[in-house]
T-cell receptor, first 117, second 110 residues
Framework: GAGVSQTPSNKVTEKGKYVELRCDPISGHTALYWYRQSLGQGPEFLIYFQGTGAADDSGLPNDRFFAVRPEGSVSTLKIQRTERGDSAVYLCASSLMPGLSGANVLTFGAGSRLTVL | RKEVEQDPGPFNVPEGATVAFNCTYSNSASQSFFWYRQDCRKEPKLLMS?????NEDGRFTAQLNRASQYISLLIRDSKLSDSATYLCVVMGGNNRKLIWGLGTSLAVNP
C-alpha cells in the first residue's frame, strides 16, 4: 500500500482479555518494527522483523507479548491477559531491506491506541 | 545514563525566532542519526537524517559532533506550524535497533 496501515486505530478492552493488533507495511519493505509509546515518552522498541523472522525481540516486555509475520508482509502483535499498564499507542513502522539506500529510514503507521480498563 | 538524552522542554518561542535542540548519545559506535517530528496524537515522521558533514533543509539545519557525541537541530524563522515534539533517534553500530530520545516539545507562539 501507499503507507503503513494499522488496525484497529482504537481498541478498548478489559483487564485479562486477549488483543490482536495488525500492521500492513509498505509494499516492498522487508523490515518491520513494533514500538509502544506512552504519553510524554518516546517510542519504546518491542520487536523487529526482517522478512518472516524476528531478528530482535529483546524489547518485548514479557511473555504475554508475541508477534508474528508469517508471510513476510502483514504482522500481528498479540497481547495475552492484558493489564492496565499495557495501555499505550502501539506503533508499527517499516523500512527497506538493510543495505539499500534509505533502509535506515522508518515510515510509521498512525498507531493503534490500546486502552485496558 | 540514558542512551539518548534530550532536553524535554517545553520550548516556548515567538514566531520568527531561531531555536536549537541538542541531543547526546552514549554509544560511540552509533552509525546513523535522525530527527523525527511528532505532532500531538500522531505518529512520528522523519524530519531529516543527520550526516557527519552537517545538512540543511530549508529552515532546518542538523549537525553531528562525533567527538562529543551530540546531535543538534536548528530551526530558523520559526513558524506556528513548527509546534511539535522533536525526537532524536540514534541507530547502533552493530544492530538495527533505533534508540529514541524522549523528545523535545516546541511551542511557537504568535
Amino acid at each position: 500500500g501507499a503507507g503503513v496501515s494499522q488496525t484497529p486505530s482504537n481498541k478498548v478492552t478489559e483487564k485479562g482479555k486477549y488483543v490482536e493488533l495488525r500492521c500492513d507495511p509498505i509494499s516492498g519493505h522487508t523490515a518491520l518494527y513494533w514500538y509502544r509509546q506512552s504519553l510524554g515518552q518516546g517510542p519504546e522498541f518491542l520487536i523487529y522483523f526482517q522478512g518472516t523472522g524476528a531478528a530482535d525481540d529483546s524489547g518485548l516486555p514479557n511473555d504475554r507479548f508475541f508477534a508474528v509475520r508469517p508471510e513476510g508482509s502483514v504482522s500481528t502483535l498479540k497481547i495475552q491477559r492484558t493489564e492496565r499498564g499495557d495501555s499505550a499507542v502501539y506503533l508499527c513502522a517499516s523500512s527497506l531491506m538493510p543495505g539499500l539506500s534509505g533502509a535506515n529510514v522508518l515510515t510509521f503507521g498512525a498507531g493503534s491506541r490500546l486502552t485496558v480498563l | 545514563r540514558k542512551e539518548v538524552e534530550q532536553d524535554p522542554g517545553p520550548f516556548n518561542v515567538p514566531e520568527g525566532a531561531t531555536v536549537a535542540f541538542n541531543c547526546t548519545y552514549s554509544n560511540s559506535a552509533s552509525q546513523s542519526f535522525f530527527w523525527y517530528r511528532q505532532d500531538c496524537r500522531k505518529e512520528p515522521k522523519l524530519l531529516m537524517s543527520v550526516y557527519s558533514s552537517g545538512n540543511e533543509d530549508g529552515r532546518f539545519t542538523a549537525q553531528l559532533n562525533r567527538a562529543s557525541q551530540y546531535i543538534s537541530l536548528l530551526i530558523r524563522d520559526s513558524k506556528l506550524s513548527d509546534s511539535a515534539t522533536y525526537l532524536c533517534v540514534v541507530m547502533g553500530g552493530n544492530n538495527r535497533k533505533l534508540i529514541w530520545g524522549l523528545g523535545t516539545s516546541l511551542a511557537v507562539n504568535p
